[in-house]
């Protein structure tokens, strides 16, 4: 067993499916490129993306055990795992919403360095409600890595932590474009990403989208993407009369082709974490129009040169942004001609940067 190296695992919900998903996947490139020695470790059997390293696939041996057994069988074959492969760090990317099993976690741990991922504005997926519970389950961790500034904001002003850093999720800028796509519309906006209403907001999108009325100039939306509310999405489409004019596309692993075709993406979302879904258009030299939700557009979108930022939950606004974007063109060139370095800062090289700067160097 090769024990020159420090052994990183990245231990996450999934490696497929969304884009805190792709983030653990683009972290195990970056930290294989630092030297280190990369462990994944993933709790469900969803694995789509390309990584680094070596895969510990939980769900995948635990799923013949009976369902009240499984949460017993994953504990003692991560702590297993742990032992067996002398791991030095754990960067902990999972949601952590319930705090007896996060207590729990934490002693299979041991004293090997830990860092906790926050991926969303919503803290109470990943730091509990209690300030004392929070100190004592987090406190004492290398590092509380917020994924945009928004967040490390909102979290040292909730808990006053002092082990806090902001990264932002990285972009790959090599995405293959070259599978083949489906039949596309001529002209179209895109949104990619997860059907979920309650964090995307479909219905203030579908609305905007109504009231724009850009595919009267043959503009489509299509959304592509899985989800628990897609039949919501539908409902909503027959609602505005868009059967025409909304398309619905499955998840795909690498969305870049479409996403390089499209006019420009949407963001209508409740809140966010750090929107990759924006980075990832941006990086495909792609514009966006994105709402100005809690967190992350903001620190991504520069209205008026890479896209445009509307005030959240505004109609109004959200469509006359869409109809600009269709109309205007030299808006249009302006933001499409800047899009894609108007992310560098956020290339698999920036943000490793930032990476080698808190972690223990690699031997």
């Given at each position: 067993m090769d024990t020159a190296k420090t052994k990183i695992a990245i231990f996450?919900?999934?490696?497929?499916?969304?884009?805190?998903?792709?983030?653990?996947?683009?972290?195990?490139?970056?930290?294989?490129?630092?030297?280190f020695e990369i462990h994944n470790i993933i709790l469900t059997e969803t694995q789509d993306y390309h990584y680094a390293g070596v895969l510990l696939n939980l769900g995948a041996l635990a799923k013949s055990e009976p369902r009240w057994k499984r949460k017993f069988v994953k504990?003692?074959?991560?702590?297993?795992?742990?032992?067996?492969?002398?791991?030095?760090?754990?960067?902990?990317?999972r949601p952590r919403n319930f705090q007896l099993s996060e207590w729990l976690t934490r002693q299979l741990y041991g004293n090997r360095k830990v860092y906790?991922?926050?991926?969303n504005h919503n803290l109470q997926n990943y730091l509990p409600s209690s300030v004392w519970l929070a100190k004592i389950l987090y406190g004492q961790a290398e590092k509380i890595i917020c994924v945009s500034k928004a967040i490390e904001d909102k979290v040292k002003s909730k808990y006053d932590f002092k082990n806090t850093v902001t990264i932002e999720n990285p972009v790959g800028f090599t995405q293959n474009t070259t599978a083949e796509l489906p039949p596309l519309p001529e002209k179209f906006?895109?949104?990619?990403?997860?059907?979920?209403?309650?964090?995307?907001?479909?219905?203030?999108?579908?609305?905007?989208?109504?009231?724009?009325?850009?595919?009267?100039?043959?503009?489509?939306?299509?959304?592509?993407?899985?989800?628990?509310?897609?039949?919501?999405?539908e409902s909503l489409i027959q609602k505005h009369n868009l059967a025409d004019f909304v398309k619905l596309l499955p998840y795909r692993k690498n969305p870049f082709g479409i996403v390089r075709?499209?006019?420009?993406?949407?963001?209508?979302?409740?809140?966010?974490?750090?929107?990759?879904?924006?980075?990832?258009?941006?990086?495909?030299?792609?514009?966006?129009?994105?709402v100005d939700c809690e967190s992350g557009p903001r620190e991504v979108v520069q209205n008026e040169q890479n896209g445009l930022l509307v005030p959240n939950y505004d109609v109004d606004a959200l469509a006359k942004a869409m109809k600009r974007?269709?109309?205007?063109?030299?808006l249009y060139a302006r933001c499409k001609?800047?899009?894609a370095a108007s992310v560098k800062f956020l290339s698999l090289e920036s943000i490793a940067k930032k990476w080698s700067a808190i972690l223990p160097k690699p031997l």
């Open positions: 996450s919900h999934a490696l497929g499916g969304g884009g805190a998903e792709r983030f653990a996947a683009h972290l195990s490139l970056i930290l294989d490129g630092l030297g504990a003692g074959l991560l702590k297993k795992y742990l032992e067996d492969y002398q791991i030095d760090t754990i960067i902990d990317n906790y991922l926050v991926q906006i895109l949104f990619f990403g997860r059907f979920d209403e309650k964090a995307k907001n479909f219905t203030l999108m579908l609305e905007a989208f109504s009231q724009s009325r850009v595919y009267e100039k043959s503009f489509q939306l299509i959304l592509m993407g899985e989800g628990p509310n897609q039949h919501l999405i075709k499209a006019r420009f993406t949407i963001l209508t979302s409740h809140f966010e974490g750090f929107p990759l879904s924006l980075a990832e258009s941006l990086a495909n030299a792609t514009p966006v129009v994105a974007m269709v109309d205007d063109e030299v001609a800047n899009a």
